[in-house]
Nanobody, 125 residues
Framework: QVQLVESGGALVQTGGVLRLSCAASGGTFSNYFMGWFRQAPGKERDFVAGINWNGGRVFYGDSVKGRFSISRDNAKNAVYLQMNDLKPEDTAVYYC??????????????????WGQGTQVTVSS
């Protein structure tokens, strides 16, 4: 299975921007559908964004549409989450995940085989 390491989390003010990165190793990265999830304190882990193997199809959770953008660079074995216009409700630990299913039920955690340790994003009001 691929190993995943997230980075880029930070403390930002409302309206700020962040770019999260997820570095993959130990597998053929282009074989994986990649996703971002987040978990706020006391809440379930929610789907944020997903991207297919070549970036041709992307998907977003309703709460981030129009503000967040997912992309990938298969040559660098990396997936990114550009987060704009951040809001306090975006505060969470953000996780990168990989699915060996080419067209998974992308919002469902059980579809993903590998997970990173997470990176903290805090948005102050």
């Amino acid at each position: 299975q691929v190993q995943l390491v997230e980075s880029g989390g930070a403390l930002v003010q409302t309206g700020g921007v962040l770019r999260l990165s997820c570095a993959a190793s130990g597998g053929t990265f282009s074989n994986y559908f990649m996703g971002w999830f987040r978990q706020a304190p006391g809440k379930e882990r929610d789907f944020v964004a997903g991207i297919n193997w070549n970036g041709g199809r992307v998907f977003y959770g309703d709460s981030v549409k129009g503000r967040f953008s997912i992309s990938r660079d298969n040559a660098k074995n990396a997936v990114y989450l550009q987060m704009n216009d951040l809001k306090p409700e975006d505060t969470a630990v953000y996780y990168c995940a990989a699915s060996q299913t080419m067209s998974p039920l992308y919002a469902r955690e059980f579809e993903y085989d590998s997970w990173g340790q997470g990176t903290q994003v805090t948005v102050s009001s």
